[in-house]
């Protein structure tokens, strides 16, 4: 290796930092036979410079708490932006841009708020802005969605991209535990965070739905248009119901292309138990996708911790100091990325999941069935559950194919009858 070494500031050195360090540490030979150089973390910016380190980057790495020390270090190549949140990120990455250093980031959260006025940026300046890591964890997505498929019109894209829903939706599902309960479990093995609010509504997966967009399409689908709901009321009987039909219920990120418009969304739906993603368990991540030319593909790994996130995040790294990186990273040559035209989510068309838990009385399965008719809802099936006979009752019904505007006129009258105990329970079935 007779090249210098490429100089690395690192912000951040949590799970993500850590995970990429140990890596550094492990494959330094094998980075060398690729690259012909080292990669060295000259720099880590902490919050906490009293904190015990489990172990250090390199013998000469400096800890430090002033982003200052990365942005206007003249000798850094590359800042990769690893502590998450906002407006400090920010700072990091323009600053670190403005400043005529590449980047490379895991915050989905700052792309999907901020994702187009930085990649503006980093063009102007010629510069990288890398995000492997941002999407998925160790599954190479952007990269795959970027330039392995870049000659396909990405017809759908499904997924699901929040481990934390994932493993307590599996929990639930499997040992038929409660919400309450499978977050405690998530808690406890570290799967969810103290505050799990961005997972468990949905906004984590719908960061991350908002830079997938983005790649598979060249526009910009603004996070506060996308119709976002999560599992946080989603109940281990309605999961018991849905395998009785036949179904697993996912979080699902989605965004399909119909007629110029793209229809998009994070919600909890009802997946065939045929179809592949309703066999991803536990923490685990996948992406189904379906290219005009290429047909569906799937890409399934782990989309958290900190080895296979740093994989990701050393990739875009090795990929920066290959390529000299001097060129727009969006996957388009436009630098402004247009908004998309969006689909009303009211006009989607899908079949769907209702429970509606009545009084047991005669005349109520013919007053749901006329104002089913009255919408031109036409149910496919009906179960009225035996063990829960008494005083109310709860039945499902699963709908044939119907737009989300109907159901939704319909839930509403339904909930307006007097004989109707509590909101009606909806999903989509996909
Ligand atoms: N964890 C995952 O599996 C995963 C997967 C995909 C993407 N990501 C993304 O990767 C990023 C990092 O996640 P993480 O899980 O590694 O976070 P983490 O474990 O919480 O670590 C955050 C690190 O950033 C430092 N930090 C936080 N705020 C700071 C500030 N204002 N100034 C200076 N340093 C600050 C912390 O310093 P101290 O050490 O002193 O506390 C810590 O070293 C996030 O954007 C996250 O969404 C994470």
Redesign the pocket.
Known sequence: MQNTPIQIGL???????TGLAQILLHNTEWIGKRLGRGLHIKTV????LN?TRSFIPAPDTRFV?SIDALVDDPDLDIVVE????LD?AYEIIAGSLNSGKSVVT????LLAEKGPELFSLAARKHLGLYYE??VG?GIPIVQTLKESLAGNRIKSLMAILNGTSNYMLSEMSQKQIDYSQALTRAQEKGYAEADPTLDVEGWDAAHKLCVLIRLAYGRDYPLNMLPVQGINTVSVYDIGKAQQFGYVLKLIALVKEQSGSLQAGVFPALVNQDHMLSKVDGPFNAVVLEGNAVGPIMLYGQG???LP?GSAVLADIMALVNQNAAYNNTGFLENDLRTANILQPELTVSKHFLRITVQDRPGVLAVLARIMGDQNISIAQLNQTQEAAGQFVPIVLLTHAAQLQQIQSAIQEIDSLEFVQSPTVHYRIL
């Open positions: 912000a951040g050195f949590g799970t993500v930092g910016l902490v919050q906490d904190k708490d690893l502590i998450g949140g400090k895991a915050n989905k959260a890591a941002s964890g958290a911790g900190g996130t």
